[in-house]
């Protein structure tokens, strides 16, 4: 409700400061009223143009009224440039079957202009388009795609309804393969090749894809040809592992040029080269193009209109010590506009930018709030059920194909049913209205709406029932249309029973609906920090500028983390200056209250509502806080291999960087330096990749070349994982002459000391996999890129917490894409490398991030719980605890009473799936709004006229 | 709502009502949106039930569970019409299999009143997260049903040991024990869900509630030969 969506709309300039912008934009028209369309999709049917669609890639069409996609928001149609009125004043065939008078010709451009404190930039990127005139020939070769193409293709809601065709003879391909880094990783010679940076995300899609593929097609044969795997994200090593171990994939380390492609089949023949087979060429049904994200279009009249700098690369300039901060105060960015991001990185940042947009808000905090005034509810309780049954014609969606009429009489003979009448669009205003005015009316208690899905329109209805002045919970939807009239159309008759069957059993339901309280609970408006480096100083000072009290842990004596061994980042942040700074401002913050050398002893209750025990040089406390942030950090794996710990000048790489700003001629005065990467990670002890290694040893031996340039640098890995704008450094490094040599797990780097007089050597021999040559090093100094690993009290602190652990250790996230620093418990947080291995900036994004989730629940006085949550009758539990082992959530817990164990109900913590209540043997848990009589109403109403035959035939029996 | 909702009983009351198939749609495996992965507690419910099925000489194949994503509409029409298609080839529940309808009534209100003893008895089984499609034909094992059918376990009240303390009464969650100060307490068989509480609360010096496997549970004593006298401790 303050949301207010602005679709088909352009800013044209941004005027103003910081807390007061004043933005002018142009509404473009859609030639649709939106107050009136209620997306029923029938002029859709009725448009006589077909029109490439933009959404499918133009593979298939669509009409020139339409609905961009299945999902959109709000889900109404608009009309394009392709309509023949607008081009020839021709037609007008929409205006005519819309039944309710949405389309309007008369529509103009339209000026807006509003006042805002903050503004958040996300406009996404625009996928790379290859070249028609490159090798690939994207454009001229039907059966060579874009990934993006592909992507719709593989879709349900894709141009063949997921069905994965080729152009040239719509028949399956068998045989597909991938090219990657197509519009990335390109060095810059020649513009239309491509960008010079990584895309990050190509790689994962791709194994998407390839696993998507197999899924449609068991025996397809996938063919992945790439430069690096870069799986450098959370989950993502074991991701290409399973895409790798499917049957008939290939993961294919080749450059490769397309030969030809066959007139009479249209197969297409790439070549490629591999150290161990030399050149081959080979033929496939299709060739996919897995393309790089570009800057939108218009980014630079994006730049203009709001007054911020990009970057070369033609991305939002930002700013490495908070990444979602532009260059002109009180504009913010999230997203792939910030450059190539995952979609973690995307859902942090955007969270982080609403946050930091608070900052300017604040003053006013709660003042353009709408909320909502309900007529007091009614207290129904003592009456019998009367029921109202209002049935939805949906335009001609429902009503051309079930009889509605004839269902709305036959409601009217069920019991319980005071009133049932039909409704041209049940969605529309007054449709409303008229329910509203109905209960009052007819002193309705319950009201079943036989219209679509629950999905969409659900919350809609329940306002609708309220304003009526019933509790929202005596609402009940039967979908006659995606579940009857749409599947259905053919069959009318039998649509129309089924329709009769549906209401039948809805209104059974709605009959045994009971009035259900959503309760608020109080929120104590402090935040716990557990953790006192980047990420949980980042976050607590978020929290604690807006006005909030934080109570900020640290086990050690004194703040920083791991930060405290970091100099410098590529992108070449002062890490210590940033430090001091964090820990001043900290220090400095009446909000934030430290505790130093702590240790949690222990830790109760739920969101809004935590406390937690702490021992600490400050003593015992005992900390109320409504909301909590993991913020625990991760260590550096103490390597066992490459003779680390028998000779001072076998170093990891955090040692190195530090010898390198302390200027220690011991290694930095090497003449011959070797690094090795995947120390201790990528094996089969930790399987994953450790994310910043890489960037690590880039960045040191940069720094090396720097102040000597006549040292030899080596660099030994399995794949460059340098994403997103390190690919750059990357590039510089083998400009400089840094050697890279890649091995393969199976045949490792070999580390031997030989003695030489006074002086001992570091040897070193690798199988260089390029050459496919043996290549031994004699080396004044050894750096190994060890892993980053959970850190130690990780167990301890899931333990006290009640969080699980994902299989590498590290916290495990609510949902590794969209939710990735919530925890599954409400109420808890998660940022920094506690959540997975990660650079600074990516920690003060997610910091920023985990700090916006924090606030949504401090802002508040109270939260409010859902009614739809189960609840226990003590009579009816035995104590068999099934129910506690089958919640998730610690929603159900066992307790001793004076009649034994006995279930208990959090309702807080509960979501309402019920698994609780499957599990029970007796019925003492029922789930709210989904009790077993309800669900069981329903089943029995599916078969009422046969049981009401039984039931005449028993009563006659006894009589 | 999740689809590890769906109890057992839902499934044989369809049955029950001459419902020829029963469909449960879940989320895909492994895809769950929170950390519920209730799905696999329907499959796993699904594939107990199935066994029962067999046990009771019903086709399990008129009981299905797929997985798939909201956004698979297609799939849904073919899992749909599939098995539309195959049910109707089965024809109508307890005929095709060649049960009369009043045997399978009996047999179907018979299994519907042990499902809460089956929710106990395989209360941990049923929690159990099934690895691979391999596992599922033998997860549950025929053996394993059909003991389960027929080492019935019944509680019965001897009225020799009874004192009439109540306690069992007042702690049985379906209230299927009839009690009265100084009366025999009597189990009511019928309503009995064979949960073990009484068993449980009855006093150890009593030792009056006795676990009766596989063998027919003793009459409930008359009710005029029920008042006890107490004798003295």
């Known amino acids: 409700m303050n949301i207010e969506v602005l679709t088909y709309t352009e800013v044209k300039s941004v005027d103003g400061e910081p807390g007061n912008f004043r933005v002018r934009m142009i509404k473009r028209p859609r030639y649709i009223d939106e107050s009136k369309c209620t997306g029923c999709t029938t002029c859709v049917e009725y448009c006589p143009v077909r029109y490439p669609d933009k959404f499918n890639q133009k593979i298939s069409s669509n009409k020139a009224v339409h609905i961009y996609f299945s999902q959109a928001v709000p889900l109404i149609a608009f009309i394009d440039e392709s309509c023949l009125y607008l081009k020839d004043s021709k037609c007008r065939i929409c205006e005519g079957v819309c039944k309710n008078d949405a389309i309007d010709f008369a529509q103009k451009e339209e000026r807006i202009e509003i006042n805002v404190g903050a503004i958040i930039l996300a406009p996404g990127f625009e996928p790379f388009t290859p070249d028609i005139t490159d090798q690939y020939g994207y454009g001229r070769r039907q059966n060579v795609v874009t990934s993006m193409d592909f992507e719709r293709l593989m879709c349900a809601t894709g141009p063949y309804e997921g069905e994965i065709l080729r152009a040239s003879d719509m028949k399956h391909p068998h045989n597909v393969a991938w090219i990657q880094c197509i519009g990335s990783r390109q060095s810059g010679k020649s513009p239309e090749a491509g960008n010079s940076y990584c895309s990050a995300v190509c790689c994962e899609y791709t194994q998407k894809q390839v696993i998507l593929t197999k899924d449609h097609d068991p025996d397809a044969r996938c063919t992945v040809f790439h430069n690096d795997i870069r799986a450098y994200g959370k989950d993502f090593e074991r991701f290409y592992q399973r895409a790798e171990n499917l049957s008939d994939v290939r993961f294919i380390r080749s450059y490769v040029s397309i030969v030809k492609e066959d007139p009479v089949t249209k197969n297409i023949t790439i070549r490629y080269n591999t150290a161990d087979e030399g050149v081959k060429e080979e033929e496939f049904d299709m060739v996919v193009l897995s393309i790089g994200l570009n800057p939108p279009v218009d980014h630079k009249e994006l730049a203009e209109t709001f007054g911020i700098e990009l970057n070369s690369h033609g991305f939002c300039k930002t700013d490495p010590s908070n990444p979602m901060r532009t260059t002109r105060p009180g504009i913010f960015v999230s997203g792939t506009f910030q450059g190539p991001v995952d979609i973690p990185e995307s859902v942090f940042t955007a969270s982080g930018a609403g946050s930091q947009c608070a900052d300017f808000l604040e003053y006013r905090r709660g003042n353009l709030n709408t909320k909502r005034v309900y007529p007091p509810e009614r207290d129904v309780s003592g009456e019998e059920p009367r029921i109202g049954v209002f049935v939805c014609h949906c335009g001609a969606n429902i009503g051309r194909v079930v009889d509605v009429p004839s269902a709305v009489e036959y409601a009217l003979t069920l019991p319980n049913v005071v009133h049932a009448q039909e409704q041209l669009f049940s969605c529309a205003t007054n449709s409303a209205k008229e329910i509203t005015d109905m209960i009052q009316e007819k002193k309705l208690n319950r009201v079943v709406l036989a219209a679509c899905s629950p999905r969409t329109l659900d919350a809609l209805f329940r306002d609708t029932v309220r304003e009526g002045g019933l509790n929202q919970y005596y609402f009940e939807f039967a979908n006659i249309r995606e579940h009857c009239s749409w599947v259905h159309s053919k069959e009318k008759e039998e649509a129309t029973e089924k329709a009769l069957d549906l209401i039948r059993m809805s209104v059974a339901r709605a009959a045994l609906l009971e009035p259900l309280q959503e309760f608020d609970l109080p929120v104590t408006k402090a935040a716990l920090v557990v953790g006192g480096g980047i990420a949980g100083m980042t976050s607590a000072l978020s929290i604690a500028e807006q006005g909030y009290k934080v109570h900020l842990l640290e086990k050690e004596k004194d703040l920083g983390g791991m930060a405290r061994k970091i100099y410098s980042t590529l992108d070449k942040l002062d890490v210590q200056k940033h430090l001091n700074d964090l820990i001043r401002k900290v220090y400095q913050n009446p909000g934030i209250r430290v505790y130093s050398e702590s240790v949690i002893t222990d830790t109760s209750g739920y969101v809004g509502n935590f406390i937690t025990r702490v021992k600490s040089q400050k003593g015992v406390s005992e900390i109320k806080h409504g909301v909590t942030i993991i913020a625990t950090g991760a260590d550096v794996y103490e390597p066992t291999e490459y003779l680390y710990g028998q000779n001072g000048k076998i170093i990891t790489s955090l040692e190195l960087e530090k010898m390198i700003v302390q200027k220690d001629m011991k290694i930095t005065g090497s003449k011959k330096l070797v690094m090795i990467q995947c120390v201790g990670c990528r094996n089969e002890d930790r399987n994953y990749c450790s994310r910043v290694c890489c960037g690590e040893s880039i960045k040191n031996a940069l720094e090396l070349k720097e102040r000597h340039p006549g040292m030899d640098i080596y660099i030994l890995y399995r794949d460059i994982r340098a994403y997103g704008y390190a690919e750059d450094y990357y590039r510089e490094a083998r400009s400089k002459k840094i050697r890279f040599i890649r091995y393969e797990p199976d045949s490792k780097p070999v580390v031997k000391i030989i003695k030489e007089k006074k002086k001992s050597i570091i040897n070193i021999t690798v199988m260089d996999q390029t050459l496919k040559k043996k290549v031994a090093i004699d080396a004044d100094a050894l750096v190994l890129a060890a892993a980053a690993v959970p850190s130690a009290n990780t167990q301890k602190i899931a333990q006290l917490f009640g969080l699980s652990l994902s299989l590498d250790g590290f916290f495990k996230e609510a949902h590794v894409k969209l939710k990735p620093v919530e925890f599954a418990a409400d109420g808890i947080y998660l940022c920094g490398t506690a959540h997975y291995p990660k650079l600074i900036s990516e920690t003060i994004s997610q910091a920023y991030g985990a700090a916006g989730r924090a606030l949504t629940i401090l802002s508040h006085d109270t939260i409010v719980a859902s009614g739809s949550v189960c609840e226990l009758d003590e009579n009816k539990c035995i104590g068999c605890g099934a129910c506690v082992t089958a919640c998730t959530y610690g929603a159900v817990q066992l307790r001793q009473s004076k009649k034994g164990n006995k279930a208990e109900i959090i309702p807080v913590l509960c979501k309402g799936c019920g698994l609780c209540n499957a599990k029970c043997p007796t019925g003492a848990i029922q789930l709210k709004h989904f009790t077993d009589k309800e669900i069981i109403s329903q089943i029995d109403s599916v078969f009422v006229k046969k049981r009401e035959e039984e039931k005449k035939e028993r009563v006659e029996a006894a009589v | ?233």
């Open chain 2, 1 to 233: 709502m999740c689809s590890g909702r769906v109890d057992p009983e839902f499934v044989f009351r369809a049955f029950a009502n001459g419902m020829d198939g029963v469909f449960i749609g879940g989320c895909i495996l492994n895809e769950c949106n929170y950390i519920t992965n209730g799905n696999y507690h329907a499959l796993n419910m699904v594939l107990l039930c199935k066994k029962i099925m067999e046990h009771m000489g019903l086709n399990p194949e008129r009981l299905r569970i797929e997985f798939m994503s909201s956004g698979e509409g297609m799939v849904y029409v073919d899992v749909v019409n599939d098995f539309v298609s195959r049910i109707k080839e089965l024809g109508p529940v307890g005929k095709a299999e060649g049960i009369s309808e009043d045997e399978l009534s009996l047999k179907l209100a018979e299994v519907r009143k042990l499902i809460p003893y089956i929710k106990i008895v395989k209360k941990e089984k049923l929690q159990v997260r099934i690895g691979s499609k391999d596992e599922y034909p033998e997860f549950y094992s025929n053996n394993e049903i059909d003991e389960l059918f027929s080492d019935v376990v019944s509680y019965y009240i001897d009225p020799e040991k009874c004192r009439a303390c109540m306690l069992c009464a007042r702690n049985c969650p379906v209230g299927a024990i009839e009690s009265a100060k100084n009366q025999v307490h009597v189990i009511d068989q019928y309503r009995c869900i064979k949960c073990n509480t009484c068993y449980e609360v009855c006093p150890e010096k009593f030792g009056a509630v006795t676990k009766i496997i596989a063998a027919p549970v003793p009459d409930p004593i008359p009710v005029e030969n029920r008042a006890i006298t107490k004798k003295e401790s």
